[in-house]
Structures are given as structure tokens and as C-alpha cells.
């Protein structure tokens, strides 16, 4: 069966997955490592690492670095060091494109100011037809988002549509599908926000078929009448074959929001398959009958916490898929990692899983080792290429986040987090810098201790926000959706799920979007299984077995998942594809607490 990449998932690894991510050890300079991407790609370096760039930058690289510092000091809120970036700007641009990017970057600093006016004037002097594609996508993204902002203070409907028509003016920069698919769905999500009497005067008066489709969508989505909603779409279709809409009114029509393709649909116009953006380096052959080595704590204080269940993880994976593959265990706590690789490559082992404790990831990454490995953490130092790893860690949690809220097509989200905790923290920067790559902007909202969430949440700037995302404990979660405006959608992601389905608390959280793991969120015979052999696990229990036994059906599918950027492999952490640097993707389901499932 061939299978897609979920909505969420094409989210994270065409919008956000750089952002999480970072530069290895093979760039010759901090100079060569932020001119990696355009000055308009995503930021992957901190603020101070730019400003040693552009101070390092040869004269023909001033500019470009000068235009990532001065995005990253916006980004990080340092507005007056972002001013006098753009004023150095404006004073060293020689051409007229270079004066063009001085005002996208001031007119992302206006935006970032809630100076919305000013930003859509110094906008509209952008030559915009002599940009590049990179250029001209985020200066559509931050024109868009100026207009929305003004529709939402004057509700003068003229805005949303040139913000609309901003969005859909990058549909041509765009050629993964999964990234058409993310940018019709906003233009979509701004549309609804018209009434009908407007958009039926913006149809009247469209002046192409693309605009024409956008809106005649919209309105047959807005109809309250399900079957004469689904005849509408049918039409539709019929209608406007070619149009992006196509992406997705299929499955609209239908009434299905599914997101795998059946097994005879084609993909976008019958195109080939395209191979996953990876090095072809990092994807290895692993057959059954080949040896395995685990590696992970089996004694000592994380064997019971994270060794049990990842043993057992694989083991069923193993057993599930009647492999006849020889697998040995190494107890990390007990041999040393350079006795353990030597032991592996004695053993003419094909393949590594594990470890999973982050200085065991760098200890195994500092050894000669070259056998193709698949571990439960980020190693700090340079890896292998052919090295893949799951990220069951709070940045990736925030990034998911970031991403899913963003798909939703909104704007200004508010992140809650502990102040005290550092996990929630981490979550919470990983956030912020994941929407950001967007050209949105988050608004923290911190808290001390579970003692002071009313006082700390009590400034919170609920009415300049559309979205609230929050990074807590379940219990702390309860308590701060109570001060939470009702009219605020509300995104949770596995910090405030306890495991328990329709539990008490999931009761308390009713309404709120909860993203986890298919595995956490759904009853399955292998669960109970699970459960009635750790009767006391907790959540990360249950996530770390997931993630193991998924490792073992991820080496056996790479090859394949190397040949369709597509494809993804269903499994109980989430459907699993390729991403960048080795990062196993997996993108969670989303659930309506309070609700059967």
C-alpha cells in the first residue's frame, strides 16, 4: 500500500524542521554556516553566532548576513538592535533588489512591533516582480500576515482579501506538493473568515479563476446543508480541475478528512515518485536474518525507566514481524561504549539500536563505529550519517506544536509555560522559533509554580491572541485553561496527557486539541498487552516502548521510505518519514479532549 504524509507532517518537514535542527561540525566558518540557507531561509543559529558572521563576512557577504542578524534580532524581541540592523541596511544597499530587502526585513520589524499600518506602506514599495522565488515567498508571508492583522482591528474586508491573495501569490514559488498543500489550506483558513456577503461580492468581481475557485470554495464550505454541500463540491471539481483546490476538495468532497491516499489513487498529476531529500550516504540495507546489537541501560536507576520498556519494544517489534534476525543486548551501565562497538563489529552486526540516554548517544558517536545505527536521542556532538534518531525530547514537542497551530492558519498564538521548569522551557523556545519561521510571532506567557498560575498568567495578552498553546503539567494545564477566554482554541501536546483515555482529567480539559502519539491516544490489544506486563507504567514509559518497537520496522522500511518523499510508515509513535540531519519524523494525531475515541 502506498502511503502519504499527514497534513501535520508535511507541516513539520517543509515548514519547521530546520528550525529544529543544527548545523554540524563541516562548515569552515560561522560565516559559511549562516549562509547555508538565503538570507531569507530559515534561522538555524542564535542570534549571537549571526552578529560573529556578519562581523567575520567577507564584503560580498555583508548583506545577506547583516539581513539574517537583523531577522534573528526580531525574532528574539531585541528590537532595537533590529533597527539599527535596517538602518544599515538601507545604508549600504547598492541596488535596487538589496534596497527591496531592507524594506521586507523593516517591514517584518513593523509587523513585529504591531506597527501594521507603517508595515503595509513600506511593503507596498517592494518591486515585488523582481524578487527570487526565496525573496518573494517571505515577502508574501509577511504581507499576508500585515493584512490580516489590519482586517482583524478594522474587520474592512478589503485587507484579508490582499492578504489572501498574498498567500496565493506563493502557490508558484512552491513545487513539493506537501507544501502546496499547507499554503492552499491557509488561503482557505482566511478566507472563512469573510462573511458570505463579502465573499460573494469578491466572486462577483474576480478577475481570474484562481481567485474565482478560492472564493466559490469557501462559500460551498460555509453551507450548513451537508448534502447539498457535498453535491456543491462535487461540482466543484468538476469545475476546476486544475486548480490547487484540487488538493484537497477531493477529500472534502467526500466528507472525509482523511490523509493517507487509497491504493489506486494517483499521485498530483500522475508525477513519478520523487526520492527524500537525504544524502544517500545516511540510508542503509537492513534484511532480515542480520544481526542487531541493542544498546541500552538493562542496570542501574534508567534500566526500569527506559531500558525495560525499549528492550520490550523491540522484542515484540521483532516477534510481531516473525523476524528470524540474531539480537544481542548490551548493557550500557555495565561496558564501556568502545568495548561495546567492538564487540558489535566482532559480531558482524548490521545494525545499531540504541542508545537512548543523550551522553550514551555521544559516547557511541565518539567511538570508530560505522555500523548504521538508529538511536532515542540527539547526540550533542557530530554523528554519523548514517546514524537516524527519534526525538522524544520537549524541543520537538514545541516544534510539533508550533507547526500544527500554524497549519491551523493562525497568527498570534499565546505559549504557556513553567518558568521553573526546564523542559517546559525548552518547549516553549522551540516553539516560539518554529512559528516563527513562518513570519508569525508568539507571545510567552509564563508561571512560577503550580502556586502561582493565576498571578502569573493574569497579564496575559489573551486579546491580542487566536490561539493558546500550552506546555504544562495535565493538573497545571486544568487550572490555566480556566483563566484561558473560551472563545481561544486551546492546543496541548504529551506534557499534559497522563496515559489514562477518558480520564477525570481529560474531562477537565474538555475542548482542548490534544497532539500525542496514536499509541497513547488509542486502546489496541498490543496496549493492554503492554500495560498488563508494566502495570506501572508511567506516559514516557509508554512512549520509549513505542518508539523502540518502531525502530525496528523503520529499518527494515528506509529504502523504501528513501524512494517517495511522500511515503510515510505507520507506526505507533506516528506515521514515520525521512527527516533532515537523521531526524525520524513523526507526526502525532490530534484529538478533541471530552470527546469518544
Not at 531561509?41 to 558572521?53: F, I, N, R, S, V
Not at 482579501?161 to 508558484?172: H, T
Not at 526500569?304 to 519494544?313: F, S
Not at 523556545?429 to 509564563?446: E, P
Amino acid at each position: 500500500m502506498k502511503t502519504k504524509k499527514s497534513f501535520l507532517n508535511m507541516c513539520v518537514c517543509g515548514l519547521v524542521t530546520a528550525a529544529a535542527l543544527t548545523l554540524n561540525g563541516c562548515a569552515s566558518s560561522m560565516t559559511e554556516k549562516a549562509l547555508a540557507s538565503s538570507a531569507f531561509g530559515p534561522l538555524t543559529l542564535t542570534t549571537d553566532q549571526y552578529a560573529e558572521a556578519y562581523m567575520d563576512a567577507s564584503d560580498n557577504q555583508k548583506f545577506d548576513t547583516l539581513i539574517l542578524l537583523a531577522r534573528s534580532n526580531i525574532q528574539s524581541g531585541r528590537y532595537e538592535a533590529a533597527l539599527s540592523d535596517i538602518s544599515k541596511l538601507f545604508n549600504t544597499a547598492m541596488t535596487p533588489n538589496q534596497r527591496d530587502q531592507a524594506s521586507i526585513v523593516y517591514g517584518q520589524y513593523l509587523y513585529s512591533t504591531k506597527s501594521f499600518e507603517k508595515a503595509r506602506d513600506e511593503l507596498s514599495k517592494v518591486n515585488y516582480r523582481d524578487l527570487t522565488i526565496t525573496q518573494s515567498t517571505y515577502f508574501y508571508t509577511v504581507y499576508a500576515n500585515v493584512n490580516s492583522e489590519l482586517y482583524r482591528t478594522t474587520k474592512d474586508a478589503k485587507y484579508l482579501l490582499v492578504a489572501f491573495r498574498s498567500k496565493a501569490s506563493i502557490l508558484p514559488n512552491v513545487k513539493k506538493k506537501k507544501d502546496k498543500v499547507t499554503v492552499v489550506n491557509q488561503c482557505v483558513s482566511l478566507l472563512d473568515e469573510l462573511s458570505t456577503a463579502e465573499l460573494t461580492q469578491a466572486l462577483a468581481t474576480a478577475q481570474n479563476d484562481l481567485d474565482k475557485g478560492f472564493y466559490e470554495y469557501t462559500l460551498i464550505k460555509k453551507s450548513s446543508d451537508a448534502e447539498l454541500q457535498e453535491q456543491a463540491l462535487a461540482g466543484f471539481n468538476q469545475k476546476y480541475l486544475n486548480h490547487p483546490l484540487a488538493l484537497i476538495s477531493a477529500s472534502a468532497a467526500t466528507s472525509a478528512a482523511t490523509e493517507i491516499l487509497a491504493d489506486n489513487e494517483e499521485d498530483e498529476v500522475n508525477s513519478p515518485a520523487s526520492a527524500a531529500e537525504v544524502d544517500a550516504k545516511a540510508v542503509f540495507s537492513f534484511k532480515d536474518g542480520d544481526t542487531i546489537a541493542v544498546l541500552l541501560p538493562l542496570s542501574g536507576r534508567f534500566a526500569q525507566l527506559v531500558g525495560e520498556p525499549a528492550k520490550l519494544g523491540i522484542l515484540t517489534a521483532l516477534k510481531d514481524r516473525g523476524s528470524t534476525s540474531k539480537v544481542v543486548f548490551y548493557d550500557t551501565s555495565r561496558t564501556k561504549m568502545a568495548d561495546i562497538v567492538d564487540g558489535a563489529k566482532r559480531n558482524g552486526t548490521k545494525l545499531i539500536l540504541g542508545p537512548i540516554l543523550k551522553p550514551e548517544v555521544t559516547a557511541l558517536n565518539s567511538t570508530d563505529n560505522t555500523i548504521p545505527s538508529i538511536v532515542f536521542n540527539q547526540s550533542e556532538g557530530i554523528k554519523p550519517v548514517n546514524q537516524w534518531y527519534f526525538d522524544l525530547g520537549p524541543n520537538y514537542e514545541g516544534a510539533i506544536a508550533a507547526s500544527k497551530i500554524y497549519a491551523d492558519g493562525y497568527k498570534s498564538p499565546i505559549v504557556i509555560g513553567q518558568n521553573s521548569d526546564n523542559a517546559s522551557q525548552r518547549a516553549v523556545a522551540s516553539f516560539v522559533k518554529t512559528f516563527s519561521q513562518g513570519g508569525g510571532k508568539a507571545i510567552i506567557c509564563n508561571y512560577e509554580d503550580p502556586n502561582t498560575i493565576k498571578s502569573g498568567l493574569s497579564g496575559c495578552a489573551f486579546n491580542e491572541a487566536d490561539a493558546v498553546y500550552m506546555n504544562v503539567s495535565g493538573t497545571d494545564a486544568v487550572t490555566a485553561k480556566a483563566i484561558v477566554p473560551s472563545a481561544l482554541p486551546v492546543y496541548l501536546t504529551d506534557k499534559s496527557y497522563l496515559g489514562v483515555n477518558n480520564s477525570t482529567l481529560e474531562i477537565a480539559l474538555k475542548g482542548a486539541l490534544l497532539g500525542d502519539m496514536p499509541w497513547m491516544l488509542t486502546d489496541s490489544p498490543l496496549k493492554d498487552s503492554f500495560m498488563k506486563s508494566l502495570p506501572k507504567a508511567n506516559p514516557q514509559v509508554q512512549r520509549v516502548f513505542a518508539a523502540a518497537y518502531d525502530s525496528v520496522n523503520f529499518a527494515y522500511s528506509i529504502e523504501k521510505l528513501s524512494l517517495d518523499s511522500e511515503d510515510v510508515l505507520h507506526g505507533l509513535s506516528g506515521d514515520i518519514s525521512l527527516g533532515q540531519d537523521g531526524l525520524i519524523e513523526s507526526s502525532p494525531i490530534w484529538v478533541k479532549l471530552g470527546s469518544l475515541r
